[in-house]
Each structure stands twice: as C-alpha cells, then as structure tokens.
C-alpha cells in the first residue's frame, strides 16, 4: 500500500504570492505601452519605468527557484521524487500553455496564408522550444518564458541533491554566471541562441539566485526577531533603491553586468527583505489581500492579458485622442486591467485549478500498486 502523500512541507509564503501578482502587473504596465505599434506615447520621465516592465519576467524566474527549492521536501517525501516533481510541474504548466496555443494555432491557420507549420506547432506543444534556435520565442505571446522554465525544471532536481548548502549554491551562482557571459560572447554558433535574451545560459544564474535566497533565508530566519527585522528592512531598502535606479542608469552596466541580471539582484533583495521584515508598514503596502490575489492568477495574468490588450487599440486611440498622454495611458492601463484581470481568474478557475486536481490524481494513480493476476484472484 502507497504511503500518503505527506503534508506541505512548509507554510505558503503570502509574500511569494504576491511578489508574482506584482511582477504581472509590472509586466502589463510595460505591454499596455509597447505592444501598440507605434507605441503609446507617455511623459518622458516614466518612460524607463514603464520600459522596465518586462524585467517583471526576472522576478517571476527568482521566485520560480525559491519556491522549487521551498517545495522539494514534499516532493522527496512522496517516495517517489522525479515523478511528482515533474508530474506536478507539467500539469501546472501545461494545461493554460496548450489551451491559449490552441486558440492562437486555431484563429492564425484560418487565414491565408497559414502563419505556422507544423514543425513550429509541435515546437511549441512539446515546450520544449527552448531548445529550438527557430522557435525559442514561442507562439503564445511571452511563452518564451515557459521555453525556459522547462529546461529549469529539467535539471532541478540535480541542483536540489547536489547543490542544498549555500555555499555549494553560491558556487554554482558565480559558475552560472561566467557560463551566461561565455554564452553572450563567445559561444560557437550552434549554441550561441543558450545565450540570447530567450536562452537558458542567459536565465541560469537568476535561477541558481533563487536558490542561494532560499538557502540564506533558511539561515536568517533563525536570528533573533530585532535583528532579523532590521535586516529585512535594509535588504527590502536597498532592493527598491536599486531597482529604482536601474532604469535610469544611475548603476553602472556593462558586458559585466546587464541591467537584466542587475534588476535579477534587486529583486532578490525585495523578496529576501518581505521574508525577514515580518509584520509592519513597509511589507503591508506588497504584501495584502489584493496583490495575494494577483498573484493566485498571476500565470493566467501574465498569458491572457496580451490577448485582451490586443484587442483595445481602438479603444486606446480614442482615449488618446480625447486625453493628454500622461492621462490617456493611465487610463488605457485601467480598461486593460479591467478586463484582464476577470479574464485571467476565468482561466485559472476553470484551466489552472483543473490542471492542478489532474497533476495529483496522475500521481496518485502511479502510485497505487496494481495488482497482479494471482493476487486479483
């Protein structure tokens, strides 16, 4: 008889949450302006702000290693590690993935000409495209994502046998690192697409930062309560300070350090900071029922809103035409949230949460022993 699946191995974290419904609603705030073609015109001052937007991305790759790393004892505890690893990664991913890109396949391939073949469709339905120079970037808008993710999960699980102490994790952190500079810079052609802006050499060392955050707050956390506080205070200090300064390029940037990989350790900071803060002002404002909630549908978020924000540029140029830009993008911001957002619960309600249920009853099933021919008689 299979043992029971065992408990959470650790309390849900509200400051992951809503650090994820966060990261989406950055990266709306950067698509609401830049996927019209021309862009929406906004004061010249929030441009880098609103252009930072899509590093919103980074945050959800940090926390996506946090929480692996946070999960991973459950996974270990069922008996049979891999398969629930990865069962419960495919069956969260895949099920929102491959039902938007069967509506994109669907309404794209009824016009003339047909707008994919069928070795890019089955790129994509594997989600494996990150493996693939040609279609890396996905078919579902901002899926490339997912292509990268799905290599993560690929070699997590060495990282979490091999790599559990901080200080074998801070030295695969700096090896990750020179192997993403070797990827951008010297990597021989066939492999020069593992260190572009959609390439896994590129996204590996905010990964393997998720992962060193996870090993310094399990250390941290034990500190006395003062301590602790003042330490997460200063870490969600500098977090936002830095972040704030990135855009306007008051850090220094280089082939040393891309704004990608600098805004990567900003984030780290914020996340590490909530986790040690503990209660108070500070983490009040990031942490509440309606960024908690964001971050529930964050996945669907940051998949449907393209969808719906595609769909409003005619409404967009009526707002701008009517109101000053400042004001204009403000609002086409809100109708695009107004809409989104119930749209993405929609799709969690009734894809996500499927998927979830389906992922353990698949494990479920693997495990129950079948019986054989004597015993069933």
């Known amino acids: ?16 949450d809503a650090l ?17 073609d021309p862009h929406l015109p906004v004061p010249t001052w929030a441009v880098p702000a609103i252009a930072m937007g899509g590093s919103g991305v980074v945050l959800f790759f940090v926390m996506s290693a946090f929480s692996l790393c ?43 000409p047909t707008r994919y073949g069928a070795q890019e469709i089955a790129w994509n339905a594997s989600m494996l495209f990150g493996l693939s120079p040609q279609w890396q970037a996905g078919i579902v808008m901002g899926s490339w994502t997912i ?31 020179a192997l993403a500079l070797w990827a951008a810079g010297a990597a021989p052609p066939a492999l020069a697409f593992l260190g572009n802006g959609y390439g896994l050499l590129t996204q590996m060392p905010i990964f393997v930062l998720g992962c060193v955050l996870f090993g310094a707050w399990r250390r941290l956390r034990e500190l006395a309560a003062a301590p602790r506080r003042a330490l997460g205070l ?18 220094p940037t280089g ?19 909530l986790l040690l803060a503990g209660e108070g002002v500070a983490v009040r404002v990031l942490v509440n029922r309606a960024t908690c909630f964001l971050g529930a549908i964050s996945y669907s978020l940051y998949l449907v809103h393209p969808f719906v924000v595609s769909r409003l540029y005619g409404v967009f140029a009526r707002l701008y035409a009517a109101l000053p ?3 204009a993008y403000a609002a086409c911001l809100v109708v695009s949230l107004a809409l989104a957002i119930p749209a993405a619960w929609l799709t969690y309600r009734f894809v996500e949460q499927p998927g979830i ?21």
Do not use: K
């Open 1 to 16: 008889m299979p043992h029971p699946l065992p408990a959470e191995a650790a309390p849900r974290l509200p400051q992951l």
């Open 20 to 36: 994820r419904g966060l990261a989406a609603l950055y990266v709306v705030v950067y698509h609401v302006m830049a996927m019209p």
């Open 70 to 112: 946070l999960t991973w004892p459950r996974h270990a505890a069922s008996g049979a590690a891999l398969r629930s690893f990865y069962l419960s990664r495919v069956f969260r991913i895949a099920p929102l993935l491959l039902a938007l890109l069967a509506v994109m396949v669907l309404r794209d391939q009824l016009r003339e």
């Open 147 to 177: 292509g990268v993710e799905m290599l993560f999960y690929a070699v997590f699980p060495l990282l979490a046998l091999y790599a559990r102490r901080l200080p074998a994790q801070l030295a695969l952190l700096a090896a990750s690192y």
């Open 234 to 251: 200063g870490a969600l200090a500098c977090g936002a300070a830095g972040l704030a300064a990135i855009p306007y390029g008051v850090l």
């Open 255 to 273: 082939a040393w350090a891309s704004g990608w990989h600098l805004s990567a350790l900003a984030y780290g900071l914020i996340l590490l900071g």
């Open 325 to 327: 830009d400042g004001v």
């Open 357 to 377: 249920r389906w992922g353990r009853r698949a494990f479920e099933r693997a495990r129950t022993p079948r019986p054989v021919a004597g015993e069933a008689a």
